[in-house]
């Protein structure tokens, strides 16, 4: 009798033994946090340059400039709110964000992980903050000439033109 067993094996009690070694792992569910400079400034950085590297925007060096100090600047100052998607403790995407003004400033997630539905996680936790705060709607901005952007929000029910965006909630 060839194989690794002689005979039939149960694969479920095998696995409910508390001496079995061998466990299924899960990959890490990213989530979604409030943004600390000493823990995601770099790694919210790295995502913002991989973006506007992918825009073909790396020349704007005063962009770069202006939101590298507001990434600076302490967490409880102004009227925006920045969200960091982590996936095993690294940024991987962010959103910045007031729900005073009802207003998206910017949402990136890093290049390796497009397509995988964290921009609309990130989106869609900011309306439900802008919401929760008696917001009714969501405003927004993109580059022009971004369309990879424009099909992500129209996709996610945002109506607009050109570089304007909203969505009523």
């Known amino acids: 009798v060839g194989g690794l067993f002689a005979e039939p094996h149960d694969w479920y009690s095998d696995l409910t033994e508390s001496n079995y070694w061998c466990y299924w792992l899960k990959p890490a569910r990213p989530k979604i946090v409030s943004y600390h400079k000493m823990k995601h400034f770099e790694g919210v950085m790295q995502t913002c340059r991989d973006n506007c590297k992918n825009l073909g925007q790396c020349g704007r060096d005063e962009h770069c400039q202006h939101f590298k100090r507001g990434l600076q600047r302490e967490d409880d100052e102004g009227d925006s709110t920045i ?31 497009y397509s995988q539905g964290y921009g609309a996680q990130l989106l869609s936790y900011v309306e439900e903050k802008i919401k929760k705060d008696g917001g009714s709607q ?19 029910g945002y109506q607009g033109q050109s570089s304007s965006f909203a969505k009523k909630l």
């Open 138 to 156: 969501v405003n927004l901005c993109i580059v022009r000439g971004n369309d990879k952007a424009a099909k992500f929000y129209k996709k996610q």
């Open 83 to 113: 969200a960091v998607m982590e996936k095993d403790g690294n940024a991987i995407g962010f959103v910045v964000y007031s729900t005073l003004k009802e207003y998206v400033s910017l949402l990136a997630v890093a290049s390796q992980y």
